[in-house]
């Protein structure tokens, strides 16, 4: 069974075939970050535009790496939300077609479960080449998208060796959510905790801002406090009225008035100047104390539920997957079989949204109509 993914829930444009629920044939991801960098964050209508510009040509790049065609394709799965308006309806109206045209089932999927799902791939398919339409074969990283990233080789992936077990406990951690979440089964879960405010990721952005360094936050934050002291900035944490609540907004303030100390400037003062008020020790050392906290509040309520659940595995997934320090901290920590989706693979994808398809498929949840299928930017799990 191959299921073509296509996700656009924010400023990704991306397409993937995936095989089995776990074979990875290509995964093409067309990012238009550089042009929402000036603003320091995502701008909608930039994001939508430029997603449909590249969601045709992404597609067919998905498809070629993958060396499938559409008699190949058995299914399309299709990010229905949560997400930015615009840019869902772009993924949706182009896979809504698609499954008509090219008479194909068509799945809606949830992006933020689907993040979990970017763990149950464990392998690739054979294919290093791309085949163009003018028949030649050039490499993945010649065969360029405009305002693309170059995509990886399909084989550069670190895959883990098996699928994780059920009952499986998932941290999903990105720009937009943060929560813990029990799956006793595919789709049969229980959410644990989820956040009362900012997701992690949001709160990684923010601190980016207040420090001055360059979109998306949680790399440069990461980067940046390399060369910190963890321990430098006392921050507080939240009182939750729930075991597995999270709370972010708290400490990005905290974060802000420990700069404005730093920085000898009143409370008042525009967080906008306050960069070039700091040098690069003390912005090393804020970026290290809240990457320590902000760490410290998702490992804790990891561990409680570890604890109290005794699951089989545990999945960190979503783009705050991607720092070093969670990784470690939790390998350290808890002694579990732990599933990092390829660091590729944390950020938004397609082929997590083609993978959680293929589990919908397979556990008999009828196909959408594709002529009334509606895109849903606040779907919750
Ligand atoms: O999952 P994702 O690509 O998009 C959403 O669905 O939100 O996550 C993006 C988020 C951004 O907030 C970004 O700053 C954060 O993931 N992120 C990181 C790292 N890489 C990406 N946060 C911390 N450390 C990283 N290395
Ligand atoms: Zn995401």
Redesign the pocket.
Known sequence: MTVLGIET??D?TAAAVVKDGCRLLSNVVASSMDLHTAYGGVVPEIAARAQLETILPVIDQALNTARTDWSDIDAIAVTQGPGLSGSLLIGATTAQTLAITKKKPLYGVN?VEA?VYAAFLTSFGKNKEVRSEDGKEYTNSQFLIPNSQPPAFISNYIFPKKQPRFPLLALIV????TQLVLFKDHFDYKILGKTADD?V??A??KVAKILGLPY????S??KEAAAGNPRAIKLPEAKMSSRYAFSFSGLKTAVLRATQHLAGVPYDFPSSGLPRLLNKAQKADIAASFQAKAVDMLISRLAMAVEEFQPAAVVIA???A???E?RSRADKQLKLPFFYPDIKL???NAAMIATLGYYKIKSGQHAADPYTLEIDPALSM
């Open positions: 829930s924010c990704e992006h993040h990105s720009g937009g959510h997701a990721g949001e990684f952005d998306p936050g949680g790399p934050v990461a979503g783009g705050v991607a720092n070093q969670l944390c950020t938004d």
